[in-house]
């Protein structure tokens, strides 16, 4: 990880200060921006200061902080005074995931009814075996990444 040095990333450009952006906050590992793709008005990006394409990218550490301040900007949004019925916050990891833009970034943005945004997917039930072999599954990769210390 390079702190936002990674060329023709639209997100170290604003890092470094070479592309314009609207800051809410900003601390030594974080930036916040309001981004122009908004869903609604008060849409906000959390962007780490170091470049990193996905989570499998990013320190523990810095990850925490990510979700730490989007959780705390997810409250702010209630209390801004903008249309604020209920917040999603969201992250794409991957071109599969709708990933965008390949710095990691948390979306925070407020909702409220008929606000146009929707998530479509075919939603089943899953059988308890099937259910039970991905959670083995799932540990296994926590296996492979050993502890969290």
Not at 52 to 58: C, I, N, R, S, W
Not at 81 to 97: M, S
Not at 118 to 126: L, M, N, Q, S, V
Request: charged fraction near 30%; hydrophobic fraction near 40%; proline fraction near 4%.
């Amino acid at each position: 990880m390079r702190e936002h040095e990674e060329p023709g990333c639209v997100f170290c450009a604003i890092l470094r200060g070479e592309a314009e952006a609207s800051i809410p906050y900003a601390d030594d590992r974080v930036m916040v921006i309001m981004t122009i793709g908004a869903v609604t008005p008060g849409h906000l990006l959390v962007i780490p200061r170091v470049h990193a394409v996905g989570l499998e990218d990013l320190d523990e550490e810095t990850s925490t902080h990510v979700w730490r301040i989007g959780h705390r900007m997810g409250r702010a949004l209630r209390r801004s005074g903008l249309r604020c019925e209920g917040v999603n916050i969201f992250l794409a990891d991957g071109k599969a995931a709708f990933q965008e833009v390949f710095h990691l970034h948390l979306h925070v943005f407020p909702r409220f009814k008929e606000d146009g945004f929707r998530i479509e997917a075919d939603w089943g039930t899953r059988d308890r075996g099937l259910l039970d072999r991905d959670a083995e599954a799932v540990r296994s990769g926590l296996a492979a990444l050993g502890s969290p210390d």
